[in-house]
């Protein structure tokens, strides 16, 4: 009988800990917005309306929100909480929520668009309104679209896309820096008749070319025609100039801006001091495992950090017969990477660096081409375990030494690389990192300071 009243005391008192209060487990705190307003890049208030915007030129807003949350007592900011109403709050004013905000104009609008990031364009003649709608709250924006055309202005320049205000010398630079691996997208800048300085966008068509196409060209392809997008992959270190040409008005017979194109200067560089290009990070990563081994964080291997790494683990009483690989592959829309370059990873070790040629033996590479929705074994000698290269690095990140494996200059294309972790049972560790995946090996790294 005592140990059914202890049962039924420790149950009243779990109940009452559950009970939704402040105190308990359960508690969740009361969230809603107090005060949601379209706002400039620059300021905090609610913008008033965007009166002279030209046809074709887009300007960038962004919503803002007073977020109050309650708390339970006993709570340390930051915000520093204060009461209201009886009930302990915290506000988070000015909180960017543009990106969770719906943007829109009303039906049968033709005047002006808005895109999901608040970027606001131009179309026709006329005024209108934009809408933003966020956790059931809204704002307004009335918009006057003017009569200004790029007709009798002129391109002043092409640079990588940005956000927010054009500043005061949005031209001066000409030269700019891409990674290899990475894509870049460009924006045109133009003075329009009303001597405005905007972004140029539709109903404007602009094509976009790459003097050096080997060097960066659109992602999925290699070629330049047609190139209306403004996106480019950086194929190899090098560099190439990128032009953007309106090659149409505002309407099909409107004249076109004098000059009517801008070239930029594109260096491609290495994407770090031991791959010229990494795989991006819209790369696909697949990986099989035997039992009981795992695979952590895979996204660090293609996150663009050197330092981050994805964590395969081998269980230590099951070495001796099993293996762990991870797939990186190239994005469906990218053609096949050509032959010519090592591939390989930057992978890294607990352990001492007398282990270097022990791990070499243990770690396979292999190069993937599809077929369909398959990937197939390109049997690339190059890949070889007599070819393989592994190479101690000089730097520790963030604690462990670093290895490059690499295999020699590849013979085959190919979409996908694959690295296989074999167990072995003179392997004392349990563990490899792999920091990255490099598309095309550095073939004289220099280790990092």
């Known amino acids: 009988m005592k140990g059914l009243r202890w049962l039924l005391v420790m149950s009243a008192l779990a109940v009452a800990a559950c009970d939704g209060g402040p105190k308990s487990p359960d508690f969740e705190a009361e969230t809603k917005v107090t005060e949601f307003r379209i706002a400039s890049m620059t300021a905090t208030t609610a913008l008033a309306s965007i009166p002279d915007l030209?046809?074709?030129?887009?300007?960038?807003?962004?919503?803002?929100?007073?977020?109050?949350?309650?708390?339970?007592?006993?709570?340390?900011?930051?915000?520093?909480?204060?009461?209201?109403?009886?009930?302990?709050?915290?506000?988070?004013?000015?909180q960017d929520v543009t990106a969770d905000t719906t943007w829109s104009t009303p039906e049968g609008n033709s005047k002006a668009s808005v895109?999901?990031?608040?970027?606001?364009?131009?179309?026709?003649?006329?005024?209108?309104?934009?809408t933003a709608a966020y956790k059931g709250e809204s704002d307004t924006l009335p918009v006057t679209v003017t009569d200004a055309t790029l007709e009798g202005g002129e391109v002043l320049c092409v640079r990588p896309e940005s956000s927010g205000p054009l500043g005061d010398t949005p031209c001066a630079e000409t030269?700019?820096?891409?990674?290899?691996?990475?894509?870049?997208?460009?924006?045109?800048?133009?003075?329009?008749?009303?001597?405005?300085?905007?972004?140029?966008?539709?109903?404007?068509?602009?094509?976009?070319?790459?003097?050096?196409?080997t060097v960066a060209s659109k992602p999925t392809s290699t070629n330049n025609t047609p190139l209306t997008t403004p996106e480019f992959l950086g194929r190899t270190i090098g560099t190439t100039d990128i032009t953007g040409t309106v090659v149409q008005g505002a309407t099909p017979t409107a004249a076109l801006p004098?000059?009517?194109?801008?070239?930029?200067?594109?260096?491609?560089?290495?994407?770090?001091?031991?791959?010229?290009?990494?795989?991006?990070?819209?790369?696909?990563?697949?990986s099989t495992r035997c039992p009981l081994c795992d695979v952590n964080n895979e996204a660090a291997i293609i996150d663009g950090n050197i330092e981050t790494s994805a964590e395969l683990s081998i269980p230590l009483g099951l070495l001796l017969l099993s293996s762990i690989s991870v797939t990186v592959q190239n994005p469906a829309t990218a053609p096949s990477i050509l032959p010519g370059e090592p591939a390989g990873f930057v992978v890294s070790r607990d352990s001492n660096d007398l282990?270097?040629?022990?791990?070499?033996?243990?770690?396979?590479?292999?190069?993937?081409?599809?077929?369909?929705?398959?990937?197939?074994?390109?049997?690339?000698?190059?890949?070889?375990?007599?070819?393989?290269?592994?190479?101690?690095?000089?730097?520790?990140?963030?604690?462990s030494p670093q290895f490059l494996l690499s295999t020699a200059p590849t013979t085959e294309a190919y979409d996908a690389i694959r690295l296989t972790f074999n167990g072995g049972l003179l392997s004392a560790l349990t563990t490899l990192n792999v920091n990255t995946a490099c598309s095309q090996v550095n073939t004289d790294p220099v280790p990092a300071p």
């Not at 260096?267 to 697949?286: G, L």
Request: hydrophobic share 40%; glycine share 8%.
């Open 54 to 94: 030209a046809v074709g030129a887009t300007e960038d807003v962004r919503a803002l929100a007073t977020i109050t949350s309650t708390v339970p007592p006993g709570y340390v900011g930051p915000p520093t909480p204060v009461t209201e109403g009886g009930q302990l709050v915290v506000k988070r004013v000015n």
């Open 115 to 130: 895109d999901g990031n608040g970027r606001i364009t131009g179309s026709e003649i006329g005024s209108t309104t934009i």
């Open 175 to 213: 030269t700019f820096s891409s990674a290899a691996g990475g894509t870049i997208i460009f924006e045109a800048i133009g003075r329009f008749s009303d001597d405005s300085i905007r972004r140029i966008g539709a109903p404007y068509v602009l094509n976009w070319t790459s003097e050096d196409t």
């Open 258 to 286: 004098v000059p009517a194109d801008a070239t930029a200067t594109l260096n491609v560089v290495s994407a770090n001091a031991f791959c010229d290009s990494e795989f991006p990070s819209t790369s696909v990563i697949t």
């Open 355 to 399: 282990l270097a040629l022990h791990l070499l033996s243990s770690l396979e590479v292999t190069t993937l081409r599809r077929e369909g929705t398959n990937l197939v074994p390109t049997n690339d000698p190059a890949t070889q375990m007599d070819a393989l290269r592994l190479t101690l690095l000089g730097i520790r990140l963030p604690s």
